[in-house]
């Protein structure tokens, strides 16, 4: 089993786009990887996940560059679950504590809230 994350990126608009990690959770890693160089979590800067975090922030989604490049797997899906959503609507629409071990809340300027 896995240690589920939930991370919720912050978006020009206020809202957020939602996004998961399957081990994410484990001793709140995600806090310390997640920066604007590595904005979807891991140990080595990517040029392509920048691409995908600057491609969100205008509104687009990721999912046909995601599965090309297999050697930019990171810990946070880079696919969101839900883009758009109210920072209010997270807790009663998406986050189940059932379901996830953490959430992370992650700013414009990558400051990261668990």
């Known amino acids: 089993m896995g240690y589920r994350a939930l991370i919720a990126y912050e978006r020009p608009d206020a809202s ?3 996004h998961y990690s399957h081990n994410g959770a484990l001793d709140y890693q995600l806090k310390h990887q997640i920066t604007s160089e590595t904005p ?7 040029e392509w996940a ?3 975090y600057e491609a969100l922030q205008s509104g687009e989604t990721t999912a046909d560059a995601y599965a090309v490049d297999r050697q930019s797997q990171t810990p946070v899906n880079p696919d969101p679950i839900a883009m758009g959503v109210p920072l209010d609507e997270i807790s009663s629409e998406y986050l189940d504590f059932l379901h996830h071990e953490a959430f992370y809340v ?3 300027h990558f400051e990261v809230t668990a």
């Not at 979807?40 to 990517?46: E, I, L, T, V």
Request: net charge negative; aromatic share 6%.
């Open 106 to 108: 992650v700013s414009q």
């Open 50 to 52: 920048h691409d995908q």
């Open 40 to 46: 979807f979590g891991g140990d080595q800067p990517s």
């Open 16 to 18: 957020h786009s939602l």
